[in-house]
């Protein structure tokens, strides 16, 4: 003969459950073997409210695993961007330099090319009989240092 289940059975059985989700973290796990009563009723709800609860949890889980790994992504790219940018400052910054090393080298082979003799002022390059490079070259010393090394401001 069929007997009523009594509340010790069914909260035995919930108990039992509960173990058994515990042991194998199988929140999908059905609650077999006990009948509906308003005290299975809630352990499910229950079980039901945290198997949503875990799943967005995952979910939200996933979801900055996903962000970091994207993160990381984009910091490399500016890493290597920084990297390039700071060879091209490298080379930009010797540029002046150069041209500084450059216009001396010019200047001071001006300064040594002898005078050509003064034939008739309409062939000698300027006034005076010297060539013109001397003070172009000076010119350009001048203005490259003034852009690289510019004058301290007024306060």
Known sequence: MWAEPTKSTEAERCADWLRELEAGRNLTQPLTGA?????TIAVRRFVDGLRVEMIAYRDLVESAA????????QL???VAKTVEQSAVVEQ???APAEIDQGAAHVAQTAESLPAP???D???????????PILPLARRRRS???STVYPAPAAR
């Open 35 to 39: 009948e509906a009563t308003p005290a």
């Open 92 to 94: 930009t910054a010797a």
């Open 143 to 145: 203005l490259v240092q």
């Open 117 to 119: 003799p003064a034939a």
């Open 76 to 78: 490399q790219r500016v």
């Open 66 to 73: 996903n962000t970091a790994a994207l993160n990381a992504g």
């Open 121 to 131: 002022s309409a062939s000698s390059p300027t006034r005076s009989g010297r060539s």
